[in-house]
């Protein structure tokens, strides 16, 4: 097992935001990265605009997440002058040289989305290779891939990744306070560092038990990031 001892602590992103009282409550939370999704095919879409308004809330060590699939350079430069510091996440198609054009040749921070099978199939996902092409992004991403973009709030088999990946590592796709933890204990060992990215796991529900996309309930973020702690607190006892 990979020595941990100085990869403790696990960054968090809480993405998909699109009010202000839930940027406030991430925030309260003590997330270190808000995500706002600049894909308008999904059900969290907000514009550049709406995007700027929000991160205009953020404190100072708080990164801003500008997620886009497909996009234009124009569009992305564009967007990222109206957003100070904010970071990139590519969860497309684009190929390693799209992704520096789009970010001034990788002088803008930004994360590619790696999309692992569900199922058996996840063992079948080169992440080393994928790591290697994409070496100039800040970390890789790692979501479930399902049918058109995003990973729909399911899981994959983390036990199917690479043992060790030259890496950091962002695992996303179907988290909750409830499985967060051993989703760590399982992926940290793997790779340089390791955050963590959850969307649907912390959004509120309709009188159906249903997501309402976009919005979050502060409560599950909060338990959330208990839960990400304790993870931290027991690795650290192990290392």
């Known amino acids: 097992m990979k020595n941990i001892a100085s990869t403790l ?15 406030d409550a991430a925030v309260a939370a003590g997330v270190d990265a808000i995500g706002f999704v600049l894909y308008p095919k999904s059900p969290r879409a907000v514009t550049p605009e709406r995007a700027a308004e ?29 957003i100070p510091g904010a970071t990139v996440q590519f969860h497309g198609d684009e190929s390693p040289q799209e992704c520096l054009t789009a970010t001034a040749g990788g ?10 099978p569900l199922g058996e199939g996840a063992a079948s996902f080169d992440l080393v290779k994928y790591a290697q092409d994409f070496s100039a992004a800040q970390a890789i991403l790692l979501d479930a891939h399902v049918d058109g973009f995003g990973g729909g709030g399911k ?42 990215d959850v969307s649907s796991g912390v959004e509120a529900l309709d009188a159906d038990g249903k997501p309402l996309r976009g919005i979050k309930d502060p409560e599950k973020i909060q338990q959330f990031v208990a839960a990400v702690r304790a993870a931290d607190q027991t690795l650290a006892g192990l290392k």
């Not at 602590?9 to 009282?21: A, D, F, N, P, V």
């Not at 002088?107 to 692992?116: D, E, G, K, Q, T």
């Not at 950091?168 to 399982?186: E, F, K, R, W, Y």
């Open 107 to 116: 002088v803008r921070p930004y994360l590619r989305a790696a999309r692992i």
């Open 9 to 23: 602590r696990t960054r968090i992103k809480i993405c998909g935001l699109t009010r202000e009282q839930d940027v």
């Open 155 to 196: 899981t994959f088999n983390w036990s199917l990744l690479p043992p060790n990946v030259n890496a950091h590592l962002v695992l996303s796709g179907g988290l909750t306070p409830a499985n967060v933890g051993d989703g760590i204990a399982q992926v940290r060992p793997r790779c340089k560092t390791l955050a963590v």
């Open 54 to 82: 929000l991160a205009r809330r953020l404190p100072p060590f708080i990164t801003p997440v500008l997620l886009y699939v497909n996009a234009s350079a124009t569009e992305i430069i564009a967007a990222c002058a109206m």
